[in-house]
């Protein structure tokens, strides 16, 4: 299995893409793992798509989705909502291709610094990645990233047991996908 993996995040210590690290090597397959820097496209305008056509990383992000088998996204919150280039990003593809996802299994996870955990950005991709073609097979949000994530591992037991059972219950309904 081709496993994709990234956090919706630009920063170069970006705790969603350790997040999403973690969360791929929780399965059996290939993974993958995208830094959404190396995707960097200027901002959407209907003007520059009619000027300047899309942006070739939103044709390389488009060929590495519609590649892979199963997709682990971890989103980062700034403000309340997505990261401005994670949005940029799925602007630009989805105006490529509305099927930006292309029914791919998905694992949709989100943590931040704070208690919450990203919790509105995870609640926005989970309103919003369907009408892109995700198959989001199941979720999960870990608050206070610094306090319950140490060693490469989620150390909050409660916590663990959560995303182990998730983990577990995605495992299932991936073996039936097959």
Same mark, same amino acid.
């Given at each position: 299995?081709?496993?994709?993996?990234?956090? &919706?995040?630009?920063?170069?210590?970006?705790?969603?893409?350790?997040? @999403?690290?973690? @969360? &791929?090597?929780?399965?059996?397959?290939? /993974?993958?793992?995208?830094?959404?820097?190396?995707?960097?496209?200027?901002?959407?305008? /209907?003007?520059?798509? $009619?000027?300047?056509?899309?942006?070739?990383?939103?044709?390389e992000?488009h060929?590495?989705?519609?590649?892979?088998?199963?997709?682990?996204?971890?989103?980062?919150?700034?403000?309340?909502?997505?990261? &401005? &280039?994670?949005?940029n990003?799925? !602007?630009?593809?989805?105006?490529?291709?509305?099927?930006?996802f292309? !029914?791919?299994?998905? =694992?949709?996870?989100?943590?931040?610094?704070?208690?919450?955990?990203?919790k509105?950005?995870?609640?926005? @991709?989970?309103?919003?990645?369907?009408?892109?073609? @995700?198959?989001?097979?199941?979720?999960?949000?870990?608050?206070?990233f610094?306090?319950?994530f140490h !060693?490469? $591992?989620?150390?909050?037991?409660? =916590?663990?047991?959560?995303?182990?059972?998730?983990?577990?219950?995605?495992?299932?309904?991936?073996? $039936?996908?097959?």
């Amino acid at each position: 299995m081709k496993i994709l993996a990234f956090g &919706a995040s630009t920063s170069k210590s970006s705790i969603n893409q350790q997040f @999403a690290h973690f @969360a &791929a090597h929780q399965f059996d397959g290939e /993974v993958n793992m995208i830094d959404l820097n190396d995707f960097e496209m200027p901002v959407f305008s /209907v003007d520059k798509e $009619k000027e300047d056509g899309y942006p070739v990383q939103a044709h390389e992000l488009h060929d590495i989705i519609e590649n892979s088998d199963f997709l682990v996204i971890s989103m980062t919150e700034h403000n309340g909502s997505y990261s &401005a &280039a994670f949005k940029n990003t799925l !602007d630009w593809c989805s105006r490529l291709n509305n099927s930006v996802f292309h !029914d791919k299994p998905m =694992l949709l996870i989100s943590t931040s610094p704070g208690k919450l955990g990203a919790k509105f950005s995870l609640e926005a @991709a989970l309103s919003r990645f369907p009408r892109h073609t @995700a198959n989001i097979l199941g979720h999960f949000s870990l608050p206070s990233f610094q306090e319950n994530f140490h !060693d490469g $591992k989620i150390s909050n037991e409660e =916590l663990a047991k959560e995303f182990n059972d998730l983990i577990e219950n995605v495992k299932e309904t991936l073996s $039936k996908l097959k």
